[in-house]
């Protein structure tokens, strides 16, 4: 019961930790969907898609998706899925995090944007760590 418990605590300050970027006035919430991460220590090139994302918004990564960073730079990223649903991108999320240099404990603000025909855009912001 202990372990159950300890999970939840972690899984609900996430979750604060998220909603305090938009109250603290740090970020202005996104309009289309959108989720927050950081970089993954030991998977800094991969990104993963909430699966909660994936199913409340009916996104389709079937289309080309294309990173746009704050100064509007595009990162070609190639969509994988696995046999569970998840999904992660790969190909540009680490050169747009290298560029911009973010760093592990940054908060990345990822919005979809469709775009012109098939092809879809993740707008990605950052909340740096040490704004302080």
Same mark, same amino acid.
């Given at each position: 019961m202990t372990t159950t418990s300890a999970f939840f605590k972690v899984f609900i300050s996430e979750i604060n930790e998220k909603d305090l970027i938009f109250q603290a006035g740090l970020a202005q919430q996104p309009i289309n969907?959108?989720? &927050?991460t950081k970089v993954m220590q030991k998977r800094e090139a991969d990104l993963f898609?909430? /699966?909660d994302v994936i199913k409340d918004f009916n996104l @389709?990564?079937?289309?080309?998706?294309?990173l746009v960073d704050p100064r509007r730079r595009e990162f070609c990223a190639k969509c994988k899925q696995w046999k569970d +649903? $998840?999904? /992660?991108?790969? +190909? +540009?999320w680490k050169s747009?995090? $290298?560029?911009?240099? &973010?760093?592990? @404990? @940054?908060?990345?603000?990822c919005e979809f944007v469709q775009g012109e025909g098939r092809r879809l855009f993740l707008n990605v912001t950052f909340v740096r760590a040490n704004m302080n």
């Open positions: 969907p959108y989720f &927050v898609i909430p /699966m @389709d990564f079937t289309q080309e998706i294309i +649903g $998840r999904i /992660m991108l790969s +190909g +540009g747009l995090c $290298r560029l911009n240099l &973010v760093t592990q @404990d @940054d908060k990345c603000i």
